[in-house]
């Protein structure tokens, strides 16, 4: 742990190591950038929102290890998380004339990180890459443990690869200009470790919310350590899921469903994942798992955060073909992340019928001609 730092984790996995640095200022501070791999070249992935915000002054602060410094905007948004988006990468790197050695700088939320990394992990067979994380979300979970993708129309994430980083850089001075709603699908990540792994630290998020929610700085500080915490123990142990690293895909299996269901980005995924979440415990519940007092306990948090807590309208067949399509999915078999007790998670498969029960039960009451679910994004 470096002791000038907020917080510093590290991420072990069988082939790399690597530092999160959390705190704010980092982007000024010249050790921010010290000890990366250098080259000729580095290029700064981004989108138009960030780069107004963020793009000089992370150009500004590599340019001492770097003789140019360009910039690739990619649009913004969930819906670009494309072939295509990714094809502007390969093009500027190409018509730039970039080496193996040049260094990819992912500057965003996790559309960006995801699509970046993804570039990084193709170009030349792997060039190195530095998250730079700008939302919370992609602070406490996208930006660690080296899941890149893109999206396809028939399923989220579908095409990517395991890649991880040199550095993480999470510089919690980006947050103060994060929009509210997106403040609160970043709080979904977070929620979503106490379930799986802490309940002490889902007790202090029921007591930090409203800290939260005001953007203290302690208290991001601590909610983003502790999340990096608990993603770099699961991703040291399973770094390319076999096993134990599909917990942290909670409420993930609904919500991805719900992503790709409503045209992406609709729902924001974090939103997607909070409305997931509700219903994955709601599912554990039906199960005999955890407690009905548990399911109300997380749906409450989940709404004090300002996220969805009621699916919306999908016909009972479209819910289960976008759940099968699920990267859990064996065999067409959905298996969902459920609680088998507060602060443990487990895979299990279900009955169809139990599934959508859960998903009618928490539904507003339908119209006629509706299917099941009812509610939008908030
Ligand atoms: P995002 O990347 O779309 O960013 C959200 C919005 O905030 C964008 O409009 C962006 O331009 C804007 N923004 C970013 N930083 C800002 C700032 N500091 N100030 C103002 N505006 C800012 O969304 P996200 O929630 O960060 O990431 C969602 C994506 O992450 C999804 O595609 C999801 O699949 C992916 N994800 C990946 C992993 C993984 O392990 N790789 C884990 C979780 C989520
Ligand atoms: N966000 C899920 C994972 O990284 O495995």
């Given at each position: 742990m470096n002791a000038a730092l907020a917080g510093s984790v590290t991420v072990t996995t069988p082939d790399t190591r690597y530092e999160i640095r959390i705190d704010s200022g980092l982007f000024g501070r010249a050790s921010t950038w010290q000890d990366l791999p250098t080259s000729a070249q580095a290029v700064i992935v981004s989108n138009p929102t960030v780069d107004a915000l963020y793009g000089d002054a992370l150009a500004a602060a590599i340019a001492p290890h770097h003789r140019q410094v360009s910039r690739v905007l990619l649009p913004d948004g969930e819906a670009y998380k494309t072939w295509g988006s990714l094809n502007l990468v390969f093009d500027h790197l190409l018509a730039h004339g970039c080496d193996r050695k040049t260094v990819l700088y992912a500057l965003g939320g996790g559309v960006v990180g995801d699509m970046a990394g993804f570039a990084a992990a193709t170009y030349m067979r792997g060039v190195p890459f530095v998250q730079v994380p700008t939302t919370l979300l992609a602070q406490v979970d996208?930006?660690?443990?080296g899941k890149t993708a893109i999206n396809h129309p028939l399923g989220k994430n579908m095409i990517g690869a395991f890649y991880q980083p040199a550095r993480v850089v999470c510089?919690?001075?980006?947050?103060?200009?994060?929009?509210a709603r997106e403040l609160a699908a970043g709080l979904a990540e977070v929620i979503k470790y106490g379930p799986i792994a802490d309940m002490a630290f889902f007790d202090w998020l029921e007591r930090s919310l409203d800290a939260l929610l005001a953007r203290d700085r302690a208290a991001l500080a601590h909610a983003v350590k502790r999340s990096c915490e608990i993603k770099a123990a699961v991703v040291g142990e399973d770094e390319r899921e076999s096993g134990l690293r599909a917990i942290l895909n909670f409420g993930h299996t609904f919500g991805h469903a719900i992503e790709a269901g409503q045209g992406y980005?609709?729902?924001l995924h974090g939103e997607a994942v909070g409305c997931g979440m509700v219903l994955a415990t709601a599912l554990s519940a039906e199960l005999g798992l955890v407690p009905a007092t548990f399911v109300d306990r997380l749906t409450r948090l989940v709404k004090r955060a300002g996220l969805p807590v009621q699916p919306p309208v999908m016909p009972a067949e479209r819910w289960l073909e976008l759940m099968r399509v699920d990267k859990k999915a064996e065999a067409g078999a959905i298996r969902f992340v459920v609680i088998?007790?507060?602060g443990r998670a487990a895979l299990r498969s279900a009955p169809d019928e139990t599934v959508l029960h859960v998903i009618q039960r928490h539904s507003a009451p339908p119209c006629a001609g509706q299917g099941v679910g009812s509610g939008a994004a908030a």
């Amino acid at each position: 742990m470096n002791a000038a730092l907020a917080g510093s984790v590290t991420v072990t996995t069988p082939d790399t190591r690597y530092e999160i640095r959390i705190d704010s200022g980092l982007f000024g501070r010249a050790s921010t950038w010290q000890d990366l791999p250098t080259s000729a070249q580095a290029v700064i992935v981004s989108n138009p929102t960030v780069d107004a915000l963020y793009g000089d002054a992370l150009a500004a602060a590599i340019a001492p290890h770097h003789r140019q410094v360009s910039r690739v905007l990619l649009p913004d948004g969930e819906a670009y998380k494309t072939w295509g988006s990714l094809n502007l990468v390969f093009d500027h790197l190409l018509a730039h004339g970039c080496d193996r050695k040049t260094v990819l700088y992912a500057l965003g939320g996790g559309v960006v990180g995801d699509m970046a990394g993804f570039a990084a992990a193709t170009y030349m067979r792997g060039v190195p890459f530095v998250q730079v994380p700008t939302t919370l979300l992609a602070q406490v979970d996208s930006s660690v443990g080296g899941k890149t993708a893109i999206n396809h129309p028939l399923g989220k994430n579908m095409i990517g690869a395991f890649y991880q980083p040199a550095r993480v850089v999470c510089d919690l001075d980006t947050l103060a200009t994060l929009p509210a709603r997106e403040l609160a699908a970043g709080l979904a990540e977070v929620i979503k470790y106490g379930p799986i792994a802490d309940m002490a630290f889902f007790d202090w998020l029921e007591r930090s919310l409203d800290a939260l929610l005001a953007r203290d700085r302690a208290a991001l500080a601590h909610a983003v350590k502790r999340s990096c915490e608990i993603k770099a123990a699961v991703v040291g142990e399973d770094e390319r899921e076999s096993g134990l690293r599909a917990i942290l895909n909670f409420g993930h299996t609904f919500g991805h469903a719900i992503e790709a269901g409503q045209g992406y980005g609709a729902w924001l995924h974090g939103e997607a994942v909070g409305c997931g979440m509700v219903l994955a415990t709601a599912l554990s519940a039906e199960l005999g798992l955890v407690p009905a007092t548990f399911v109300d306990r997380l749906t409450r948090l989940v709404k004090r955060a300002g996220l969805p807590v009621q699916p919306p309208v999908m016909p009972a067949e479209r819910w289960l073909e976008l759940m099968r399509v699920d990267k859990k999915a064996e065999a067409g078999a959905i298996r969902f992340v459920v609680i088998e007790t507060p602060g443990r998670a487990a895979l299990r498969s279900a009955p169809d019928e139990t599934v959508l029960h859960v998903i009618q039960r928490h539904s507003a009451p339908p119209c006629a001609g509706q299917g099941v679910g009812s509610g939008a994004a908030a």
